[in-house]
Antibody
Framework: QVQLQESGPGLVKPSETLSLTCSVS????????WNWIRQSPNKGLEWIGF???????VYNPSLKSRVTISVDMSKNQFSLRLNSMTAADTAVYYC?????????WGQGILVTVSS | DIQMTQSPSSLSASVGDRVTITCRASHSIASYLNWYQQKPGKAPKVLIF???NLQSGVPSRFSGSGSGTDFTLTISSLQPEDLATYYCQQGYSTPLTFGPGTKVDLK
């Protein structure tokens, strides 16, 4: 059974960089597609991007200038960095598996941007 | 980007009612359409994948239909545990996009 678990800070200051990690069990990050998605009351569910083939990435054009997704195969984890955070980036952040998404999602982590 | 719309945005129904939610894509997405159920404080849970396929473990009262641009999620007999928000999501092209959601509550 594949399981995903997000970790990282729940509070980030404006202009700082958010760093989140998704730990994967029951599957290898060296295969398949690994996504970040976020959800806010204002924007709903928003796909951030995915990483596949141990390092190829596709990002949402709306966030592309600020996003980096990377993978650490030694720890079976993948990560999200989102820079220049503003209040508009306050959301629940999810990691998920699959090129079209689907069954495997983490439980989500609430990230608040505030000074 | 492919825009996803849903109707209605909310509905009230009684236990046992047949409930239908529609989803429309701005461009053809073949059958690359997932339906999710989300309850407060939880991650979305996939109900239907590839437009018509019931995810393992999901009750058979849920069904999906459609292809191209128009899709439907049907709950054949609404149960109390079905009260939630339902989202469609296209997996045809990046950026992957979601509908705005349909909130289902009890009449």
């Amino acid at each position: 059974q594949v399981q995903l678990q997000e970790s990282g800070p729940g509070l980030v200051k404006p202009s700082e960089t958010l760093s989140l990690t998704c730990s994967v069990s029951g599957g290898s990050v060296s295969t398949n597609y690994w996504n970040w998605i976020r959800q806010s009351p204002n924007k709903g569910l928003e796909w951030i991007g995915f990483i596949y083939d141990t390092g190829s990435t596709v990002y949402n054009p709306s966030l592309k200038s600020r996003v980096t997704i990377s993978v650490d195969m030694s720890k079976n984890q993948f990560s999200l960095r989102l820079n220049s955070m503003t209040a508009a980036d306050t959301a629940v952040y999810y990691c998920a598996r699959g090129q079209q998404l689907g069954r495997y999602w983490g439980q989500g982590i609430l990230v608040t941007v505030s000074s | 980007d492919i825009q996803m719309t849903q109707s209605p945005s909310s509905l009230s129904a009684s236990v046992g009612d047949r409930v239908t939610i529609t989803c429309r894509a701005s461009h053809s997405i073949a059958s690359y359409l997932n339906w999710y159920q989300q309850k407060p404080g939880k991650a979305p849970k996939v109900l239907i994948f590839a437009a018509t396929n019931l995810q393992s473990g999901v009750p058979s009262r849920f069904s999906g239909s459609g292809s191209g641009t128009d899709f439907t999620l049907t709950i054949s007999s609404l149960q109390p545990e079905d009260l939630a928000t339902y989202y469609c999501q296209q997996g045809y092209s990046t950026p992957l996009t979601f509908g705005p959601g349909t909130k289902v509550d009890l009449k």
